[in-house]
Each structure stands twice: as structure tokens, then as C-alpha cells.
């Protein structure tokens, strides 16, 4: 008798089409065994309440409380039938701290009957601020009666609640009875650790740790079974992984190596510097897989301005002297102009291949993109597949079914978490045998997310800056607070235009987007989540009119032609405009070694890591670079705690550390586009470093052994499981 439809049961089937239908669509849930893997996110005790002092802003919390005081205003309202309104404000309290839940309308009178004070509830809703203080509006709750059995504590697990990841529609209790319900069924969960493994390390099996992390009766059930399920996670994740790396190092490739005087010498010899320690090192790395006859696979992480592209360029050259070609694949139609730039500037006359004036062993480097006119197009479809260009440059354009290669012998990808693996392994294919393959990065990944998200690629890490870059100051502007240091701001930058060097001033959206009616219905919250992010088409005309006035003014964001985005782009460089006011298409590759301000607006709605990012455009030429990060958040709010990191430290490396432990891991894996079904669950990529790397080693050695995995079913059916569509784009996304 087959046991496994057990978990693979609909929920629908079992929970009712409504439930159902919520979880489907709102936490991504369809099976009993995607319910039973829904973890809690902690457990609240009995008698020891939630800190209601810690609660996180913006975030769906459930607290356990008792009401201390309710009271219900009346107000004059339009809106209200007999131009009355009324608003019921609720004070919660658990000792730790107090919070306020406030109702309005018609949704007063069940919760003034019920919430009286000295009542205790579970209350489930979003945070936010309201006249500076913490609040939740129109709260879901349910009443903790201890005289009613079916809806006391108890039913919740005893001594132990446990509070589950919620959604506006689906509280935590909700999901909690759901759990109760399939809870059976967790006997038949296939185990997918080998026993050996699982003994040798004294894990709980599968169905028991399942069972103790939803109804758990001590603390130290929770710990057993969050080590098992741990383990779970790090394990079927690197057995996927190291089967990639396994049956990528069966490929075959040509080996690639650069002859003595070749066009790399020529264009060594060309070079104005000297390379940095941390370049020749990550150099040999490459050039000695480029040599091996099986495909490289390396990822390059390197701080925004570390000379990536430079080591990139010689691997590709080295690959051109030995009679291959070299691609760049580019996220955006900006970058790969840049870089196609760059790169000719860099190489001068040995980009002029087949013209007069080109050095002896020069290439020809042609630029391929989706919005070229046809003849260009056509032009370099034939360059390349007669193999009269050495190397191209391109977006994804390049990897559409028209466009051949002579002899395609290496990928740089650029910004990786921007391609998925159908695209990586669609331009693999252009090779006669798959070509080797470099992925660049410039957000530091800390060592575990590399193990994680990269497993199949070995890493190389360039952390020192060419000599000559300068450093860059950056400084919160608090401008709620102090409104004055927003206007000192702008003073700054015309300080630094008027000792000749041009600024960036970036917003979080463009200006010109539909207002979206459902979007701008106002709720109770604070008065900075009320107004949109600020815009760039708003703030451009502000400044040009105000208090830049006088000052060249042009903006570029992702809607406008290429044709105009490059015009603009081509302007700034050159010297032609004082301030750009821009949307993140500057985040990656934008080099104007003259830019030496960057104004970021609303800073507190981007993330760390894109902060880090962005501050990397200016300081790249020999003056210091100076990066104010203007937020409207008050100064308690975690918002403006990420943005003093920020502040305080240009290490990379140190900020996405900052960066994982803020936000859920999930986002950093890049799934956040992936549905929340495959988010690591309880495995934490900083804190569980060993586990990870005990995991990696095991995964090879059994992969090694057996790599169909033929002795073990569970494992395989957890990998199926894991390698979903979905999931196989967010191994590769990263």
C-alpha cells in the first residue's frame, strides 16, 4: 500500500474550499504536507505574555494581552449616518508594555461588548504608528475564556501556543485549528534523511519532530524537533546542489588557454596600473579553471568597485587568444551600453578587430541588445557567428534562438540574482560543448548564502579596493525631524557642482504611474506610510524650480527609450549635467568617476544591500564621495536603525550580515518572488553555519556514492518536492 498521498492530499479536499483557497493563494500552501510544514513562527507561554515593547513595525503580529482600559469616542463625520462617527480605542497591556488597538464604523460594537478591561485575547493585526505611537487598527482577535474548553488555552497546545507566520486574512489561530486537523497524518511522512546520518547525529524521526514543533509540550520538544527539521532543510537543499556540481563535472569542455604574446599581454601591457593583490589571485583561480576540460563555474563576488569587471575582461580575452569567444550577459539595457564602453575604452585600439588602426591582435567587441535597429543587429549576428568578434556584450537578447556563435567559449554573467538558470543554460547551449561559465556579483553574499544559494558554483572574493578610490561619507538626514538638515543637504550638493563634480539624486519610483484607487484608500496608519514614495518626475521639478535652480537638472528612470536613457547617460558622464535624478537603473555598473554626491530620498524604502549599491556610484574617481540617505521615519523606528548601519560602515560584507539578520531570510534567498512555499522555514543561514557545512560535506559524499540517490526514496521524493519549478529558478536566482 502506497502511504505517500497521505500528505499529498488537497487541502481543499480537507479543510474546506474557503480556508483553502486563502492558504493557496495567501501563503502559499496546497497539500496537508505543505500545511504540516508551515512551522510556527514562536510559541507564547501561559501566564508569560508577548513583549509588547519588541513588537516589530509593519509587520502581521498575533499577541496574547490583557485589556486594561476601552473606551469609545464620538466624532462629528461627514461620512457617518447622522453625521456621527465613532472609534473605540482599546489599551492592551502585558506587563512589558502597552499597545493600542483602535476600531471605527461599524466595527465598533462586537469588540466594545467583548473587550472589557481585565478580558484576555489573542489579538492578531499589522503594526503601525499613529501619532508616533504603536498601534494595531481593526485587529482580528479571540477571547481566552477559561471557563469555555473549546475556546480556552488549552486547546492551543497546553502550556504552549504556538503563534504561526498569518496573513490579514488568515489569523494565526485559524491556521492553528487547520493544523490540528492533519495533523494525524504526519505518520506517513516519508523520512528523507539516510538512517545512518540520522542516528550518527541523534535527529528525531520526521513524523515525531512534525509533531513536536506543532504541539509541543516542553521547550525542549521544540528544540528537538527545529534541530531536525534544521538539518531537513541544509541537507535536501546541498543533495541538490551538490548533485548540480556533480553533473556539471561529468560536462565536457575545451580546455582554454591564453598563448604567451597574445591580445591578454597586448592589453596587460596596456593597463595604466598595476592589478591589486586580491585581482591576480582571483585571476589565477579563473585561468586555472578556464585550463581544465570541464566547464568553470565560479561565482566572483566583489565590493561595488573592486575591478570586477577588469578581472572578468582578462578571463575573456584569455579565452579569445585561445580561439574561443566570450560572451557578457547584462541585466539591463544601461549596464550592457557601459559595459560595452568601458570595456572598448579599456581595450582601445585592440577592440578594432578587422578596421584600420587596430592593433595586431585585436578582436572586434560588438553590443547586442534588444532595442538596436535592425541593420546593427544583423551586423553583429553575423560578427559572431563567423567568429569575427572575439567578445560581445548583451542582454538576455543575446540568448533568443536566432543568435549563434562561432565557438562560444565563456559566460560572464553580470548581477546574477537577476538570471534565472532557463536563461543561464539557454546561452550554455550556444557553446559546441558548454562553455565555461563566470557569474559576477557585487552584493556580498556572507560565506553560508554563498554554500546556499551559489552551492553549485565555486566562489572567489576580490575585498580590497584599487588603490586611488577614495572613501565615501555617509550621513542619515532626519528630514521630519530636522527639517533644517534637508536644506543643508541641498546646499551640499550645490557645493560640490560648484567645485566642479556632478551628483545623484535618487527616488523609489518614477511619477508617472496610474494611481491605483485601492492603493490610495487611507487607513489609520502613520502619516509617512499616507503619502506615496517620493518620485522622481515630483522631485526633479521641485529641485530645478527650488533649490537647485540654476543647476542642470535631467532625470532617467527605466520607462524612458534606451535611446533617450543613453543620451542622458552619455550627458552625465560627460560633464554636460550637475544632477541626475534617477530611479535604482543606477544601482549596477554606472561609472562617472566625476559623481561625487548622492542624495537618496525616502532611503528607508530600500533595502541595505541596495543602499550599499547605490552609495558605490559615487567616490570612484579621486575626490571623496559624500552619500545622505533623507528618511521621514522617527528615530526608534527600525527603518532608521537600518539606515544608521548603513552610515556607519562601507564594509559589504559586514552590512548584508546586518541585512540577513534584519530581514527574514527568505527575501535575502531572493524567493521573495518565489512564493512563500519555498522559503527556508527554520534553517537560519547565519546563525546555522556549521549545520550547512556539515550538511554541504555530507551531501557530497553521498552524492559521490550514489548520485540517484537508488537506496534512498524519501530523500528523492523531498527533492522532487524541493526542485518544483519554482524552486528550481530560486536555487539558480539566488
Given at each position: 500500500m502506497d502511504l505517500v498521498p497521505a500528505l499529498e492530499e488537497p487541502l481543499k479536499k480537507v479543510l474546506g474550499p474557503a480556508t483553502a483557497k486563502v492558504m493557496a493563494e495567501h501563503l502559499g500552501l496546497h497539500t496537508v504536507g505543505d500545511l504540516l510544514h508551515h512551522y510556527p513562527r514562536r510559541y507564547e507561554e501561559r501566564g508569560q505574555l508577548t513583549h509588547l515593547a519588541d513588537l516589530p513595525m509593519d509587520e502581521h503580529v498575533t499577541v496574547v494581552a490583557m485589556v486594561a482600559d476601552a473606551r469609545l469616542h464620538t466624532f462629528a463625520s461627514s461620512k457617518a449616518p447622522r453625521g456621527k462617527g465613532q472609534r473605540l480605542e482599546v489599551t492592551i497591556t502585558d506587563g512589558s508594555g502597552r499597545l493600542q488597538l483602535v476600531f471605527f464604523g461599524n466595527g465598533v460594537h462586537k469588540p466594545h461588548k467583548e473587550l472589557l478591561p481585565g478580558t484576555r485575547a489573542m489579538f492578531a493585526g499589522k503594526v503601525s504608528v499613529f501619532n508616533r505611537r504603536l498601534q494595531l487598527a481593526h485587529p482580528a482577535y479571540e477571547l481566552l475564556r477559561g471557563d469555555d474548553p473549546a475556546e480556552s488555552v488549552e486547546t492551543w497546545a497546553g502550556t504552549l501556543i504556538p503563534l504561526y507566520p498569518a496573513t490579514a486574512k488568515l489569523e494565526s489561530w485559524k491556521i492553528g485549528k487547520a493544523i490540528q486537523t492533519v495533523l494525524p497524518s504526519v505518520q506517513e511522512a516519508l523520512d528523507p534523511l539516510p538512517p545512518a546520518l540520522r542516528e550518527g547525529r541523534g535527529l528525531v524521526s520526521l513524523p515525531e519532530a512534525l509533531l513536536k514543533i506543532h504541539r509541543p509540550h516542553t521547550?525542549?520538544?521544540?528544540?528537538?524537533?527545529?534541530?531536525?527539521?534544521?538539518?531537513?532543510?541544509?541537507?535536501?537543499?546541498?543533495?541538490?546542489?551538490?548533485?548540480?556540481?556533480?553533473?556539471?563535472?561529468?560536462?565536457?569542455?575545451?580546455?582554454?588557454?591564453?598563448?604567451?604574446?597574445?591580445?591578454?599581454?597586448?592589453?596587460?601591457?596596456?593597463?595604466?596600473?598595476?592589478?591589486?593583490?586580491?585581482?591576480?589571485?582571483?585571476?589565477?583561480?579563473?585561468?586555472?579553471?578556464?585550463?581544465?576540460?570541464?566547464?568553470?563555474?565560479?561565482?566572483?563576488?566583489?565590493?561595488?568597485?573592486?575591478?570586477?569587471?577588469?578581472?572578468?575582461?582578462?578571463?575573456?580575452?584569455?579565452?579569445?587568444?585561445?580561439?574561443?569567444?566570450?560572451?557578457?550577459?547584462?541585466?539591463?539595457?544601461?549596464?550592457?551600453?557601459?559595459?560595452?564602453?568601458?570595456?572598448?575604452?579599456?581595450?582601445?585600439?585592440?577592440?578594432?578587430?578587422?578596421?584600420?588602426?587596430?592593433?595586431?591582435?585585436?578582436?572586434?567587441?560588438?553590443?547586442?541588445?534588444?532595442?538596436?535597429?535592425?541593420?546593427?543587429?544583423?551586423?553583429?549576428?553575423?560578427?559572431?557567428?563567423?567568429?569575427?568578434?572575439?567578445?560581445?556584450?548583451?542582454?538576455?537578447?543575446?540568448?533568443?534562438?536566432?543568435?549563434?556563435?562561432?565557438?562560444?567559449?565563456?559566460?560572464?554573467?553580470?548581477?546574477q540574482h537577476r538570471f534565472g538558470v532557463e536563461q543561464r543554460d539557454a546561452l550554455r547551449g550556444k557553446g559546441k560543448q558548454p562553455p565555461h561559465l563566470l557569474v559576477m556579483t557585487a552584493t556580498p553574499i556572507p560565506r553560508t548564502v554563498a554554500m546556499t544559494v551559489f552551492g553549485d558554483l565555486e566562489t572567489s572574493v576580490l575585498d580590497q579596493l584599487p588603490a586611488g578610490r577614495s572613501p565615501i561619507a555617509t550621513h542619515v538626514v532626519p528630514a521630519a525631524d530636522k527639517p533644517h538638515f534637508l536644506a543643508r543637504a541641498w546646499e551640499r550638493v550645490r557645493e560640490e557642482v560648484g567645485n566642479g563634480h556632478q551628483a545623484y539624486v535618487v527616488c523609489p519610483r518614477i511619477g508617472d504611474e496610474e494611481d491605483d484607487p485601492k492603493k490610495a484608500r487611507k487607513t489609520a496608519e502613520d502619516e509617512a506610510e499616507k503619502r506615496p514614495p517620493l518620485a522622481v518626475l515630483d522631485i526633479a521639478d521641485h529641485l530645478a524650480k527650488g533649490p537647485l535652480n540654476g543647476l542642470r537638472v535631467e532625470v532617467l528612470h527605466g520607462r524612458m527609450h534606451p535611446d533617450d536613457k543613453d543620451a542622458v547617460m552619455r550627458r552625465f558622464a560627460a560633464g554636460d549635467t550637475d544632477v541626475l535624478v534617477a530611479t535604482t537603473v543606477i544601482e549596477v555598473g554606472v561609472n562617472v568617476p566625476n559623481a561625487t554626491a548622492m542624495v537618496i530620498m525616502d532611503a528607508d524604502r530600500f533595502g541595505v544591500s541596495q543602499l550599499h549599491q547605490l552609495r558605490g556610484r559615487v567616490g570612484r574617481g579621486s575626490a571623496a564621495g559624500l552619500c545622505l540617505l533623507v528618511t521621514e521615519m522617527p528615530e526608534a523606528s527600525p527603518a532608521r536603525q537600518r539606515l544608521t548601519a548603513v552610515a556607519s560602515t562601507l564594509d559589504g560584507f559586514e552590512l548584508s550580515r546586518i541585512d540577513l539578520e534584519q530581514r527574514r531570510e527568505g527575501d535575502v534567498l531572493g524567493q521573495a518572488q518565489s512564493g512563500a512555499r519555498s522559503s527556508l522555514r527554520v534553517l537560519a543561514v547565519i546563525e546555522d553555519e556549521e549545520i550547512i557545512a556539515e550538511a554541504r560535506e555530507e551531501a557530497t559524499t553521498l552524492v559521490a556514492r550514489d548520485p540517484e540517490l537508488d537506496d534512498l526514496p524519501g530523500l528523492r521524493t523531498a527533492l522532487d518536492a524541493l526542485l518544483d519549478e519554482e524552486r528550481e529558478q530560486y536555487l539558480e536566482k539566488g
Open positions: 521547550k525542549a520538544d521544540i528544540e528537538d524537533a527545529r534541530a531536525r527539521l534544521k538539518w531537513d532543510e541544509a541537507f535536501v537543499l546541498q543533495v541538490a546542489l551538490a548533485r548540480r556540481r556533480h553533473t556539471d563535472a561529468l560536462l565536457p569542455a575545451v580546455a582554454r588557454r591564453p598563448s604567451p604574446d597574445g591580445l591578454l599581454t597586448a592589453f596587460d601591457d596596456r593597463l595604466p596600473f598595476t592589478l591589486t593583490d586580491g585581482q591576480q589571485k582571483v585571476s589565477k583561480e579563473i585561468f586555472d579553471d578556464l585550463a581544465t576540460e570541464h566547464p568553470m563555474h565560479r561565482l566572483l563576488q566583489g565590493e561595488v568597485g573592486s575591478g570586477k569587471t577588469l578581472v572578468a575582461l582578462r578571463a575573456m580575452l584569455a579565452v579569445v587568444d585561445a580561439g574561443g569567444q566570450a560572451a557578457m550577459l547584462a541585466p539591463t539595457e544601461v549596464l550592457a551600453q557601459q559595459h560595452h564602453r568601458s570595456i572598448t575604452e579599456m581595450m582601445g585600439e585592440l577592440a578594432e578587430g578587422g578596421m584600420l588602426g587596430g592593433a595586431e591582435h585585436a578582436t572586434k567587441v560588438v553590443l547586442l541588445t534588444g532595442s538596436m535597429g535592425t541593420a546593427a543587429r544583423r551586423q553583429a549576428m553575423l560578427d559572431l557567428v563567423t567568429g569575427d568578434a572575439g567578445l560581445v556584450i548583451g542582454t538576455h537578447a543575446l540568448i533568443e534562438d536566432k543568435v549563434q556563435f562561432h565557438d562560444l567559449g565563456l559566460v560572464v554573467v553580470d548581477e
